[in-house]
């Protein structure tokens, strides 16, 4: 190996890289614009969609409205300081109302509706369509009123007999939050920052290696190259550093939208529960920030070698494009199971899965539960299939056939 060659070759694959606008713009500009645009407009939408719906007063039908005894009427139709009671419409329909869209819910009020609590349960049917997510807050409005004036009614019954309020309830559980601050701020959606770190490690690294296999391949530049005095292995490397640096370079720029979206969006979202279940508030520690580090490179490798192979298969740039594409499939699979990496055993065998172990590790990151021994087998991992892929394209470059089959 002659490490000369090795980085100017390097160097000539970032130069190209840098020329091109498309790489430039997935490995730079995308990650310093979506991150932010999706950890804080879209908080903001979601924020701001469910306040419209608290303080907007609500259409709900009623079936048979002269049965409703007046306080639950109070109940339902009363604005508090954190929502705005609905308004009550006669219909005589139910399901059909609803999947009509005349109203999202309906209240079918009973013959005997209890006035006086002591008495049979009496049930109380509300239509509404469940899988819709407005109807579901209509529905919340409207059962925690009928909880309020179910409350009423023992509150009433039991100072008749002379028993306190909680004499209803002489056990109260009391949850205790014991959860670090990292996982507090991580929030339900900290499932997504493992995705977006991967995927913008291939998007920044997938049009520098196609121009640098296929693309040359396709421009004839390849030849010239390989009839220098420098080695196939040396053409190999510099072109898998190269690969690599703009790949680590987009995800540089994503660990930085993600840092700009933490300071912007805590003055913007605040502590608000979207602010929470986006992770905006999230906030890493130096000791998180060098194994993110570490295991972003690990990842950068597996990929710059990956996509090098699949890039050097193909006989042009949109042949290589194609066999690419399904990569980000395959890191959407896992990214999508880690919602539910809380209900998995962590066995140290799960993180010996090539980039399904640094997407567990970068998810421990965040919610600050990293293990040293899971980073160690992940990252390791990584390089050992790296190094296989990089083999593979050396062998590949070896074999004139398939450099010049087209």
Do not use: C
């Amino acid at each position: 190996m002659h490490w000369n060659y090795i980085l100017r070759i390097a160097a000539k694959e970032l130069r190209s890289a840098l020329r091109d606008r498309r790489s430039v713009m997935a490995g730079i500009v995308f990650p310093l614009v979506m991150i932010p645009l999706f950890l804080i407009a879209l908080p903001l939408l979601i924020q701001d969609t469910f306040d419209r719906t608290e303080h907007q007063r609500q259409v709900v039908g009623v079936v048979h409205p002269e049965r409703l005894p007046s306080a639950l009427r109070a109940a339902l139709t009363a604005d508090t300081a954190q929502a705005r009671g609905v308004r009550l419409v006669p219909t005589n329909r139910t399901t059909d109302a609803v999947r009509n869209g005349d109203f999202r819910v309906v209240i079918d009020v009973p013959e005997h509706m209890p006035t006086r609590a002591g008495g049979a349960s009496v049930s109380l049917r509300l239509y509404a369509k469940l899988s819709d997510q407005n109807s579901q807050l209509i529905l919340d409005k409207v059962t925690n009123a009928v909880d309020a004036y179910s409350r009423t009614l023992t509150e009433a019954r039991l100072q008749q007999a002379g028993l306190p309020p909680q004499t209803s309830r002489p056990l109260v559980g009391q949850p205790v939050d014991t959860a670090t601050s990292a996982q507090r701020t991580s929030g339900p959606l900290s499932f997504l920052i493992p995705y977006f770190l991967t995927l913008w490690l291939l998007m920044g690294g997938q049009a520098t290696a196609i121009d640098a296999t296929a693309g040359e391949k396709e421009r004839g530049t390849l030849e010239a190259l390989l009839v220098t005095p420098v080695s196939r292995l040396d053409v190999v490397l510099g072109k898998f550093i190269g690969v690599m640096v703009f790949a680590v370079t987009a995800s540089v720029f994503t660990v930085l939208g993600m840092a700009v979206a933490s300071a912007v969006g805590h003055h913007v979202l605040g502590q608000g529960e979207a602010a929470q279940a986006f992770g905006v508030n999230l906030a890493l520690g130096w000791p998180a920030l060098l194994v993110l580090t570490l295991i972003g490179l690990s990842t950068a490798a597996l990929l710059a070698g990956v996509l090098l192979a699949l890039g050097l298969f193909a006989r042009t740039f949109r042949e290589a494009q194609t066999y690419v594409a399904p990569l980000a499939l395959l890191i959407a699979v896992p990214a999508i199971g880690l919602q539910f990496a809380d209900f998995l055993t962590r066995d140290l065998s799960l993180y010996a899965i090539p980039l399904v172990g640094s997407m567990l590790v970068i998810l421990d990151l965040v919610r600050g539960v990293w293990q040293p021994q899971a980073v160690i087998l992940a990252g390791l991992t990584n390089l050992l299939t790296a190094a296989l892929a990089v083999t593979l394209v050396w062998l590949g470059f070896r074999r004139e056939h398939m450099l010049f089959r087209n």
